[in-house]
RNA sequence: GGCCCCAUCGUCUAGUGGUUAGGACACGGCCCUUUCAAGGCCGCGACACGGGUUCAAGUCCCGUUGGGGUCACCA
């Protein structure tokens, strides 16, 4: 894959109309990986030529967003570099000298038709089953004509001259040869009326003077690669390499939309998921590694990928299995490091900080490590080390099997937990206020008692937790020191008095 | 509908002519266990169909079916 002497450049080129969506950050990823393998450069690059679906300060988040997953560009409009402006809107005069020798060469022509004439061909074309392409009104349009309407101030487009027969074939990197009847290829628009190129134009204008060598894109570009090619061809220039990834699907199969599933990557992080575990996703949609390894980091990813390890086929994005492995990337982190992490994308709550010191905040993120999928989770798994939460009495009873039958009457379990508190009370009974020696002295109790430990450690549990689902219960006590836990005892001898 | 792309468990995938078709998520069971998780073990579960080619086809070819994409002065 290495080869030295000839770069490899690719680019991504998000058009800021909206939000980053994941499939961009899909196709991202590769580009990325294309041009680290080879040391050559990933270039960014924002298609701004539409006008109206501008959207003010959609470039700097597509920036935060590919920053924000790791796959930083060597070249854009942020960063600079060689061969800039990185903004379409800003390339307009490249644009225009490049149509220009389109249309002096017989491969372009202008277009004066309105927008209301061409609904109408489309609408009659559809009505009779024809392809809907434009009809090539213009295209034969005698040059003193075009002079004429011109020197009127006529607005006008800039069309492709499609040649009528043949076909045009090019390679896709991951299926092989492609081949295209020109006829089926419409007389694309390269310059709209306003003077802004369309895609069309623009993308290979750009990618030529940018020196772009492989173009890596989604799956929906296949069908107007001749086009591309034919510009190529037109323009003189060498085509550089196309590859079309799989789309990624919703659970349906259809292309992922938000409708369906978010799409927009920065809902991730919000949603407190890892930007490791987006990357490692991403990465085994639609490639493999060839240990089989499924948890991997972004530098494995870069490490290992080859495009003999692609497939074509559009994988459905699997919300279970990425969260499955945001949960592993969660448990990868260091205790110090989830810390470090809740903090920074704000999932940790206030009130942790203010009244544990970092110790022991770390402790607390050490007892919810393995539980959480995603940051996100975190608050609602250790709110009561900061206040008591409210909880029924019932909730005290110990209970067996489905049905939650209680194994223990309302009576036993209150002279039960006040059997415990005095004994925590006792320094002689609970000498050091640790998880292990906690445990120690609860089992014994429990053998003393005749109670099943673990019938005895759920009012313990619900007593000092305020629920029944919780964190470890003798390390969450430890936590929570010893005048703490008897408070919370006390209050549930309160409760428990309620019970029959 | 025309054109183009695709086709292995529900999902992500391994598989490059000879495999008891492997792994992962999810699901079910068991174990571990102070709850919930995490972890371990076991199980369920797939080559869309039909023709070829071949001694031999999930693997190659053709067709059918199914899914997807695309048919803008959007990208």
């Given at each position: 894959?290495?080869?030295?002497?000839?770069?490899?450049?690719?680019?991504?080129?998000?058009?800021?109309?909206?939000?980053?969506?994941?499939?961009?950050?899909?196709?991202?990823?590769?580009?990325?990986?294309?041009?680290?393998?080879a040391?050559?450069?990933?270039?960014?690059?924002?298609?701004?030529?539409?006008?109206?679906?501008?959207?003010?300060?959609?470039?700097?988040?597509?920036?935060?967003?590919?920053?924000?997953?790791?796959?930083?560009?060597?070249?854009?409009?942020?960063?600079?570099?060689?061969?800039?402006?990185?903004?379409?809107?800003?390339?307009?005069?490249?644009?225009?000298?490049?149509?220009?020798?389109?249309?002096?060469?017989?491969?372009?022509?202008?277009c004066?038709?309105?927008?209301?004439?061409?609904?109408?061909?489309?609408?009659?074309?559809?009505?009779?089953?024809?392809?809907?392409?434009?009809?090539?009104?213009?295209?034969?349009?005698?040059?003193?004509?075009?002079?004429?309407?011109?020197d009127a101030?006529?607005?006008?487009?800039?069309?492709?001259?499609?040649?009528?027969?043949?076909?045009?074939?090019?390679?896709?990197g991951?299926?092989?040869?492609?081949?295209?009847?020109n006829?089926?290829?419409?007389?694309?628009?390269?310059?709209?009326?306003?003077g802004?190129?369309?895609?069309?134009?623009?993308?290979?204008?750009?990618?030529?003077?940018?020196?772009?060598?492989?173009i890596?894109?989604?799956?929906?570009?296949?069908?107007?690669?001749?086009k591309?090619?034919?510009?190529?061809?037109?323009?003189?220039?060498?085509?550089?390499?196309?590859?079309h990834?799989?789309?990624?699907?919703?659970?349906?199969?259809?292309?992922?939309?938000?409708?369906?599933?978010?799409?927009?990557?920065?809902?991730?992080?919000?949603?407190?998921?890892?930007?490791?575990?987006?990357?490692?996703f991403?990465?085994?949609?639609?490639?493999?590694?060839?240990?089989?390894?499924?948890?991997?980091?972004?530098?494995?990813?870069?490490?290992?990928?080859?495009?003999?390890?692609?497939?074509?086929?559009?994988?459905?994005?699997?919300?279970?299995?990425?969260?499955?492995?945001?949960?592993?990337?969660?448990?990868?982190?260091?205790?110090?490091?989830?810390?470090?992490?809740?903090r920074?994308?704000?999932?940790?709550?206030?009130?942790?900080?203010?009244?544990?010191?970092?110790?022991?905040?770390?402790?607390?993120?050490?007892?919810?490590?393995?539980?959480?999928?995603?940051?996100?989770?975190?608050?609602?798994?250790?709110?009561?080390?900061?206040?008591?939460?409210?909880?029924?009495?019932?909730?005290?009873?110990?209970?067996?099997?489905?049905?939650?039958?209680?194994?223990?009457?309302?009576?036993?379990?209150?002279?039960?937990?006040?059997?415990?508190?005095?004994?925590?009370a006792?320094?002689e009974?609970?000498?050091?206020?640790?998880?292990?020696?906690?445990?120690?002295?609860?089992?014994?109790?429990?053998?003393?008692?005749?109670?099943?430990?673990?019938?005895?450690?759920?009012?313990?549990?619900?007593?000092?937790?305020?629920?029944?689902?919780?964190?470890?219960l003798?390390?969450?006590m430890?936590?929570?020191?010893?005048?703490?836990?008897?408070?919370?005892?006390?209050?549930?001898?309160?409760?428990?008095?309620?019970?029959?």
């Amino acid at each position: 894959m290495t080869n030295p002497g000839a770069v490899v450049r690719t680019r991504i080129a998000p058009s800021p109309t909206g939000e980053p969506h994941i499939g961009n950050m899909y196709v991202a990823l590769i580009n990325w990986a294309v041009a680290r393998r080879a040391g050559g450069q990933f270039i960014l690059r924002v298609e701004d030529t539409d006008r109206t679906r501008f959207v003010e300060g959609a470039e700097e988040t597509f920036i935060q967003a590919i920053n924000w997953l790791g796959l930083r560009h060597d070249e854009g409009p942020d960063v600079g570099g060689p061969v800039g402006p990185y903004r379409q809107s800003e390339r307009g005069d490249l644009y225009r000298e490049q149509a220009e020798r389109l249309i002096e060469g017989g491969h372009a022509y202008r277009c004066f038709c309105t927008p209301e004439r061409l609904a109408e061909v489309r609408k009659a074309r559809q009505k009779a089953g024809q392809a809907t392409g434009y009809d090539r009104k213009c295209r034969g349009l005698a040059a003193d004509e075009v002079r004429r309407r011109l020197d009127a101030g006529r607005p006008h487009t800039v069309r492709l001259a499609v040649p009528l027969q043949g076909q045009t074939r090019f390679t896709d990197g991951l299926r092989g040869p492609i081949v295209i009847e020109n006829r089926e290829v419409d007389d694309q628009v390269l310059v709209k009326s306003d003077g802004f190129p369309t895609y069309h134009l623009a993308v290979v204008v750009d990618d030529h003077l940018m020196g772009v060598t492989h173009i890596i894109r989604a799956e929906e570009w296949i069908v107007s690669t001749p086009k591309h090619v034919l510009l190529y061809e037109a323009l003189g220039w060498d085509p550089p390499l196309f590859y079309h990834m799989p789309l990624i699907r919703n659970p349906d199969r259809s292309k992922l939309s938000k409708r369906n599933q978010p799409t927009n990557v920065l809902w991730y992080r919000r949603e407190g998921y890892l930007p490791e575990a987006v990357v490692n996703f991403l990465g085994m949609l639609g490639h493999s590694m060839p240990d089989g390894r499924e948890v991997f980091t972004r530098d494995e990813f870069l490490k290992a990928f080859s495009w003999d390890r692609v497939t074509t086929t559009g994988p459905v994005f699997d919300m279970e299995k990425f969260e499955w492995l945001s949960g592993m990337w969660i448990r990868r982190l260091s205790a110090e490091e989830l810390a470090r992490r809740l903090r920074d994308e704000g999932f940790m709550p206030a009130g942790l900080a203010e009244k544990f010191s970092e110790e022991q905040v770390t402790a607390i993120v050490t007892l919810m490590q393995e539980r959480l999928r995603k940051l996100s989770e975190f608050a609602g798994g250790v709110g009561f080390f900061i206040d008591r939460e409210p909880y029924e009495p019932a909730d005290l009873l110990p209970t067996k099997g489905k049905n939650k039958k209680p194994t223990r009457t309302g009576p036993e379990v209150l002279a039960a937990i006040e059997t415990m508190r005095s004994a925590f009370a006792g320094e002689e009974t609970v000498g050091q206020w640790t998880a292990e020696a906690l445990q120690e002295a609860l089992r014994a109790l429990a053998d003393e008692m005749e109670w099943k430990p673990r019938d005895l450690f759920m009012p313990l549990r619900v007593a000092v937790t305020c629920r029944r689902i919780s964190t470890p219960l003798f390390e969450t006590m430890e936590i929570l020191g010893r005048d703490e836990c008897l408070a919370r005892l006390d209050e549930a001898i309160e409760k428990a008095g309620s019970l029959a």
